[in-house]
C-alpha cells in the first residue's frame, strides 16, 4: 500500500501561478544587456536595472550571492516574483527590468516588498516621461 498523495510544501508568500513566458526574459543575452546598459534605481531590499525595449513590458530576476545558500538564493526569487506578479502593472510597456534580491529581501515582511517593488517601478515611470 502507498500514502495517499500529498499536497507538497507551502510556497513562500502564496506564490501560485508562473508569470507567462513573453513577460520574462529568457536569454543570457537580454540579462547581460541590462546588466552593461542598463539605468539602475536602488532600493533597499532590491535593485532594478532598466532598459527601454520594444514590446510589452519584460522582467528577469537574479539574487545576489552575498544571499549565501542556494536555497536562500531560490526563496528571494520567488519572493520578488510575486511581488513583481502583484505590481507589474506599474511597469509602463515599451521597458525590461531586472531586479536584483538583496539579502535584506529574505527578512523584509512581503508588504514591504511590494511596497519597495511598486514604488521603483513608479520612479521608473516618472523618469521616462
Known amino acids: 500500500a502507498q500514502a495517499a498523495a500529498r499536497e507538497g510544501a507551502p510556497t513562500a508568500d502564496g506564490v501560485r501561478r508562473r508569470l507567462p513566458r513573453r513577460h520574462r526574459l529568457t536569454r543570457?543575452?537580454?540579462?547581460?544587456?541590462?546588466?552593461?546598459?542598463?539605468?539602475?534605481?536602488?532600493?533597499?531590499?532590491?535593485?532594478v536595472l532598466w532598459v527601454e525595449a520594444p514590446g510589452p513590458a519584460r522582467a528577469?530576476?537574479?539574487?545576489?550571492?552575498?544571499?549565501?545558500?542556494?536555497?536562500?538564493?531560490?526563496?528571494?526569487?520567488?519572493?520578488?516574483?510575486e511581488a513583481y506578479r502583484l505590481t507589474r502593472e506599474a511597469q509602463p510597456d515599451g521597458t525590461a527590468v531586472v531586479i536584483i534580491g538583496k539579502p535584506s529581501a529574505l527578512d523584509a515582511a512581503f508588504a514591504a516588498l511590494v511596497a519597495e517593488l511598486r514604488e521603483a517601478l513608479g520612479a521608473l515611470s516618472r523618469s521616462l516621461r
Open 28 to 47: 543570457r543575452a537580454e540579462f547581460q544587456a541590462l546588466f552593461q546598459q542598463g539605468r539602475r534605481i536602488d532600493r533597499p531590499c532590491m535593485t
Open 60 to 81: 528577469g530576476f537574479a539574487v545576489s550571492r552575498h544571499v549565501t545558500t542556494a536555497v536562500r538564493r531560490n526563496r528571494v526569487r520567488r519572493r520578488l516574483r
